[in-house]
């Protein structure tokens, strides 16, 4: 039984599991994107399915992928590309802002990306990780936002939540790859972030300005 109501031809993923392959950010992807040509049709899906984000794969052999949210087209995204690299094992993935390279490691699938290529996040760090729990919605104001604590500093461990406050669906996402890279290139450090209700991302930057940012993925709806 699946959780999820999606059109034949759609994958549905969940992508930066927790170590008991519980939770993770739902992704839906569109194998064939000749089936949605255009951007308007592109936007009138990913509204429908109601994800955070959408992938409409236009040529799986050379990665070429186009990422809508409810209600806006992304330049970048973080879980969707971890999960596309999964789904189509794929070693590169194309994007307008350029080349994402993916690896498979073990259990783990991972990108590599720019700080530059992100859309802007307001990152705002809270003084422990309960704060970062009892928080019931996402705090006032507008703009896409990233709170985090330490958990365990020494050991580079991270709780966060994310709230988009972009007027749409989506109140908070679950699992954020793309806030996550922005974080760990900030802090100059590898990262183990515990996101949402128990999802898993990894980060490690390297030293000529990318990131890796890496996370388990699973199969949930195989259209």
């Known amino acids: 039984m699946s959780d999820y109501d999606v059109p034949r031809g759609i994958d549905v993923l969940r992508v930066f599991c927790g170590p008991d392959g519980r939770h993770g950010n739902a992704l839906g992807v569109v194998r064939d994107g000749r089936s949605h040509p255009d951007e308007a049709s592109r936007q009138l899906l990913a509204r429908r399915l109601g994800f955070s984000e959408t992938v409409f794969v236009d ?65 705002q760090q809270y003084a422990s990780a309960a704060e970062v729990e009892a928080l019931e919605g996402p705090p006032p104001g507008e703009g896409w936002l990233y709170v985090w604590a330490w958990e365990d500093e020494a050991a580079g461990r991270v709780r966060a939540r994310a709230f988009p406050r972009r007027g749409d669906a989506i109140v908070e996402d679950e699992a954020t790859g793309a806030a996550a890279l922005l974080l760990s290139a900030r802090l100059g450090r590898a990262l183990n972030i515990a996101q949402g209700r128990g999802s898993q991302i990894l980060t490690a930057p390297a030293p000529d300005g990318t990131v890796e940012v890496g996370g388990r993925v699973l199969m949930a709806v195989r259209g």
Request: proline share 11%; charged share 25%.
């Open 59 to 123: 040529d799986p052999e050379r990665g070429r992928v186009d990422i809508h949210t409810p209600g806006l087209r992304l330049p970048f995204a973080g879980h969707p590309l971890v999960g596309t690299a999964w789904l189509l094992d794929l070693e590169v993935l194309e994007l307008a802002v350029g080349d994402v390279f993916a690896r498979q490691d073990g259990e783990f699938t991972w990108i590599t990306a720019r700080p530059e290529w992100v859309p802007p996040r307001t990152l």
